[in-house]
């Protein structure tokens, strides 16, 4: 059983700030696109046959599911106290997540239920969809909605396609796919002939239900999701590369593996053919209070994921020579994109380049009884302003106003 007492002696000593390790995520049949930082002889540090490293994971309890070559920790975040030994957070959160996230998201949540992530591939990956709860839990698992925002600081670069196919054509039927799963075998399937390539937009983001098809393009984008590993890839074939059968029935019962119906099925039919798909899923920064009176006051908060209840995000940038208190309602944790400066004491920084296995002073994780006492944050710079991301679970009370019935 995991100590408890480790817990609330890491709490203490960082005054509920706790410092996590960088997870990075290999991905097979994926071209890393070069852009989080990573030493480029580290790209492929968990070996070549595993694919390159094009994933970094956020305050993550989710192992992730990359196969049998899958490491016993892979896409687990490690807290690094200031004294003792490192440990998960998962560990943590089993054992005193009520320290960690507040005794009433334990009762109501049972555990932190949150994915964050930045993606950064050099070119598209194929048109997949992640499973509804109906579909992933016969398999074990949650199903997965996810949201996209394009953080500009680590998108000076847009690499080979920025644009992300969404959903499929108003007025497309299952048989077209259903032909489209007939022809894997034969190359290219045609599955994007069906659907609409949207550019993507860096300050800006998606929301995507489960069952969206979808092709993420090559911008890096900051992703919070639920915390399930599920998918299905639809299109067999992407710049050349085949994608195998196996990566569209990972998730699916053996005996529905070669159900065309089963497998179709699993779409949200209406919201992939919604005529008014950008109009419904692209998400726009909202800000958090009226801007001249953040900026009077140091800084600028923006929501920029928001909508539902499974997740939501902010982007805070502090100007420079500022000091301000921020308060939340709920746990979080954050990633600096840029800048500098301390957060209720810790010291933080943007690292310009990481050796795998490095600490970094860029990532943390905030408890719920600090993030209503409020978090002192220091900029120092005369010049740049401190950015940073900030991700939430389920339930947080403050992007409810923000809640859309999807």
């Given at each position: 059983?995991?100590?408890?007492a ?41 070996g ?13 309890t ?8 899958t ?18 957070l998962?560990?943590?959160v ?24 930045f ?9 997949h ?26 998108n000076?670069?847009?690499n ?17 796919i ?10 290219d ?13 860096p ?47 990972k ?12 497998l ?19 998400r ?43 308060k ?5 944790g954050?990633?600096?994109t ?19 296995g ?22 120092p ?22 809640r859309?019935?999807?």
């Amino acid at each position: 059983m995991f100590d408890r007492a480790k817990v609330q002696e890491a709490v203490n000593a960082g005054s509920g700030v706790l410092r996590l390790e960088p997870t990075w995520v290999p991905r097979s049949f994926m071209i890393p696109g070069r852009r989080l930082k990573l030493h480029p002889d580290d790209l492929y540090a968990f070996g070549g046959h595993r694919g390159g490293i094009n994933e970094r994971w956020f305050s993550s309890t989710t192992k992730a599911s990359n196969g049998p070559a899958t490491t016993p920790d892979e896409g687990l975040s490690y807290v690094h106290p200031a004294a003792g030994t490192r440990f998960l957070l998962k560990d943590a959160v089993e054992a005193a997540g009520d320290l960690l996230l507040g005794a009433d998201v334990m009762e109501r949540e049972g555990g932190w239920n949150l994915l964050c992530k930045f993606f950064d591939n050099m070119g598209p990956i194929p048109h997949h969809m992640h499973q509804s709860d109906e579909f992933a839990s016969k398999v074990g698992f949650k199903g997965k909605p996810e949201a996209y925002y394009f953080p500009p600081q680590y998108n000076q670069l847009f690499n080979n396609f920025p644009h992300t196919y969404m959903g499929l054509e108003p007025g497309t039927t299952k048989d077209d796919i259903r032909r489209c799963l007939e022809r894997w075998n034969q190359g290219d399937n045609g599955i994007t002939f069906h659907a609409r390539a949207y550019r993507l937009e860096p300050g800006s983001g998606w929301q995507i239900d489960p069952g969206i098809l979808h092709a993420p393009g090559s911008l890096v984008t900051y992703e919070p999701q639920v915390n399930s590993d599920v998918f299905a890839m639809f299109q067999s074939e992407v710049e050349g590369r085949i994608v195998p059968w196996d990566l569209l029935v990972k998730d699916v019962l053996p005996e529905y593996h070669h159900d065309l119906d089963y497998l179709i099925s699993m779409l949200d039919w209406e919201a992939n053919v919604n005529p008014e798909f950008g109009a419904t899923n692209k998400r726009h920064p909202v800000p958090v209070s009226p801007v001249a009176e953040m900026e009077e006051a140091g800084y600028r908060e923006m929501w920029v994921t928001y909508g539902g209840g499974y997740y939501s995000a902010k982007e805070l940038t502090v100007l420079p020579r500022r000091t301000v208190t921020i308060k939340d309602a709920a746990a979080y944790g954050l990633i600096v994109t840029q800048g500098y400066g301390t957060l209720g004491g810790t010291p933080f920084s943007t690292p310009s380049m990481i050796r795998f296995g490095q600490l970094t002073e860029d990532e943390l994780f905030i408890t719920a009884a600090a993030a209503q006492e409020g978090v002192k944050i220091t900029n120092p710079s005369t010049t740049d302003p401190v950015v940073i991301l900030k991700h939430f679970g389920p339930g947080n009370p403050d992007a409810e106003p923000l809640r859309r019935d999807l």
